[in-house]
């Protein structure tokens, strides 16, 4: 009652179950406050029972083979650790109520679950620790601070782009003559149109409780970043989601289109979500902070252990988690980091780790706390536990670890599920071995610490090898990780295979079992070839209905002029460099549509197929294809008379504003 009459008092008419099917998004179906008390009498009624629990049809989310369609019985819980909330979108007010999914048989269905399970689970091996090492804890949470990348571009532009349009990308665009190479988008000062966009979702966003804080002009031209106060996992990702589609919602009104694809420009930065993970104890400590406990910190050092020993087990799987279409094309590409999993520490860390490693003594770290710039006037000025290093996957940041190889579309459920669950995994391994040492006596502080410190010199040996401070944009790195036998799995169709690993139905006890892993493997390779097949099915369209019409007219101008200039000019020699343009112009127009051709062929080829041969061979044969028609177009693009060219180019994209 107290929460529909709070609702309704805000002018909410309907309520709904918010929940987060495995399409990544969120789901909603919106009700009424309306029933009836007796056949003729309408009254306004928000029961219990339809707060707690509700049963949209469902039949048509993705389940992996989990559900058929025809039992498609699906429920949603409210799940209340995450607030509820209005949501004014038109003039429609309703009250939102984040909730999990999940199918008549009890199988999950949704991202959600799997996340809460994770942070429960990471935080019993975590109490477990804590409760040797003498630190006051009755409760953990993961916490979560999500920077969001985006684009914006001018509205009008993206209505003519049905790529844009429909993918959230361009599909081909010849790359300007000025890029990004003098980095002065890059903390650039915000132009008046962007950012009374930004004001305006970032108002809505308060108002919906989402604590967005920091904002600021990206490296590429055109793109953005948000980022909020971190939150509890959860809660934060549930807020992550719902801020992606105000910022939609509110870049419409402002005649604007914000993209949140990975990869929307080709030879520019693609956009990610840097993913900020820490543990927190409901006393406020923050396990990932060396210097939140100064005089004991061995829980410190034994869970840096084990996240670098997880990363090292789980290195396919944590590639897994951020695997999909749009971020293969963004992984290894600009200022993305590469398919490699490794992790930065930074200096101080590594010889602090090092020298645990080598004598044993596990002694304080001595930050090197203050900077001395020379200059008397400033203030004391501070610097962080660790320098940064821009080109990890997986970096440490002196007070959380900063995952980069997430895409900037993707729900982060999925992710932070896999980081909690391999940490749990590493960290419980450790301690049972650590116990068995104890035999059942009494454990005491101190003999706990001696008990340890051999497990982890052995845990950092083994995972020595996924540590890494240099350059990982570098070919040094990529030919490194290599000899080391680190995985680089450029394709996420491959990634997915960890999803089947005996290792992962291990760790993921309690959490997913095998056939939801299955499941959402199902899912994974049919989001791809789905994406893959309408990308592929798009860039031939593009091409004929609108590349090769407006080539074809260029060509035509051209052999008209050079056919009339014949009748006057008669020394052909004069002519020799116009007719050599028209005729690679030709070879390059028709080798485009060899090109479009083959790739319709390959794709058609691909459709025959089930799933999962289906994404590996978009993955393998079709993508490519595509990359080679679209680099052909791309120089064509570059030579067309600019008032034949139909779609809106990257310089009116990305630099009008
Ligand atoms: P950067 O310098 O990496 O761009 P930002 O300030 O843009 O940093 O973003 C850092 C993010 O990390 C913010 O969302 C911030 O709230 C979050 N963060 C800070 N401390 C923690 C923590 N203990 N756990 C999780 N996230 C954190
Ligand atoms: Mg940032």
């Keep these: 009652v107290a929460i529909k009459d709070w609702a309704m008092e805000l002018g909410a008419t309907h309520y709904t179950h918010l929940f987060q099917p495995l399409t990544g998004a969120t789901a909603e179906k919106h009700d009424a406050f309306i029933d009836w008390s007796s056949v003729d009498q ?50 429609g007010v309703t009250l939102c109520i984040p909730s999990v999914f999940f199918s008549w ?16 689970k990471v935080s019993s091996a975590i109490l477990r620790l804590l409760a040797f090492t003498g630190i006051q804890a009755d409760d953990i949470h993961t916490t979560i601070g999500l920077e969001q990348e985006y684009f914006v571009v001018d509205r009008a532009f993206r209505d003519l782009r049905p790529d844009l349009i429909a993918l959230g990308k361009t599909v081909y665009g010849a790359s300007p003559p000025k890029g990004q190479e003098l980095q002065d988008h890059y903390f650039g000062s915000v132009k008046d149109r962007i950012l009374n966009f930004m004001r305006e ?12 804080k920091t904002r600021h002009n990206e490296v590429a031209p055109g793109q953005h970043e948000v980022a909020p106060v971190f939150e509890k996992a959860s809660i934060a990702i549930d807020h992550n989601i719902v801020l992606m589609e105000l910022m939609r919602q509110v870049a419409n009104k402002h005649d604007l289109s914000c993209l949140l694809h990975e990869k929307p420009f080709e030879g520019l930065n693609g956009s990610g979500k840097h993913c900020n993970w820490s543990l927190v104890t409901n006393t406020g400590i923050n396990l990932i ?40 094309y963004r992984l290894g590409g600009h200022e993305a980091p590469p398919a490699i999993m490794s992790v930065y520490l930074g200096d101080q860390l590594e010889e602090f780790l090092n020298n645990i ?50 895409g900037s579309s993707a729900s982060p459920a999925f992710l932070v599920t896999v980081l909690n669950v391999m940490v749990a ?22 003999s706990f610490a001696e008990a340890a410190i051999p497990v982890v010199q052995r845990y950092l040996k083994e995972s020595r090898n996924i540590r890494y401070s240099g350059n990982n944009y570098s070919e040094e790195w990529i030919a490194d990780a290599k000899q080391k036998k680190l995985s680089n799995i450029t394709k996420s169709v491959e990634s997915f295979e960890a999803l089947l690993d005996n290792n992962t139905v291990r760790a993921f006890d309690g959490i997913l079992n095998k056939n939801e892993l299955e499941g959402r493997y199902e899912i994974s390779m049919e989001t791809y070839a789905t ?44 002519t020799r460099k116009q007719r050599e343009y028209l005729n690679d112009f030709t070879v390059a127009l028709e080798n485009a549509i060899i090109l479009a051709n083959e790739l319709e062929e390959l794709r058609k080829k691909a459709m025959q197929m089930d799933n999962p041969e289906r994404a590996r061979f978009f993955s393998l044969n079709v993508v490519p294809k595509g990359k080679e028609l679209r680099k052909i177009v791309d120089e064509i693009e570059a030579v067309v008379d600019d008032q034949l060219w139909p779609l809106p180019k990257y310089r009116e994209l990305l630099f009008i504003f």
């Design 105 to 120: 048989t009890g199988h999950v269905l949704d991202n959600k679950i799997p996340l809460l399970r994770s942070d429960a």
């Design 425 to 446: 995994d590493s960290l419980t391994k450790m301690l049972d071995e650590i116990e068995t040492k104890f035999q059942g006596n009494a454990v005491t502080p101190s």
């Design 531 to 574: 994406i893959s097949n309408i990308e592929a099915n798009l860039m031939r369209e593009l091409f004929y209905s609108q590349i090769f019409p407006a080539a074809s007219k260029q060509q035509k101008e051209m052999a008209e002029s050079l056919s009339q200039l014949s009748l006057v000019i008669s020394a052909k020699k004069i």
């Design 42 to 91: 309408v009254i306004e009624k928000f029961s219990g029972k339809q707060l707690i629990q509700g049963e949209p049809d469902a039949s048509s989310f993705p389940s992996g083979g989990l559900r058929n369609t025809f039992e498609a019985r699906g429920y949603t819980g409210w799940d209340p650790s995450s607030p509820v909330f209005i949501w004014k979108a038109g003039d």
């Design 289 to 328: 902070d060396p210097t939140d406990t100064p005089e004991n910190n061995l829980h410190f050092l034994i869970i840096l252990t084990a996240v670098l020993h997880a990363v090292y087990e789980h290195a396919d799987l944590l590639r897994c988690s951020i695997g999909s279409a749009g971020n293969d």
């Design 201 to 212: 979702f970032e108002v809505e966003a308060l108002k919906l409780g989402i604590p967005v």
């Design 357 to 406: 490693e080598k004598t044993g003594a596990h002694k304080s770290i001595e930050w090197k706390k203050v900077v001395d710039l020379g200059l008397k006037a400033l203030p004391e000025l501070c610097r962080d536990n660790t320098d940064r290093n821009r080109t990890s996957p997986f970096a440490f940041t002196g007070n959380k670890f900063e995952m980069r190889a997430l």
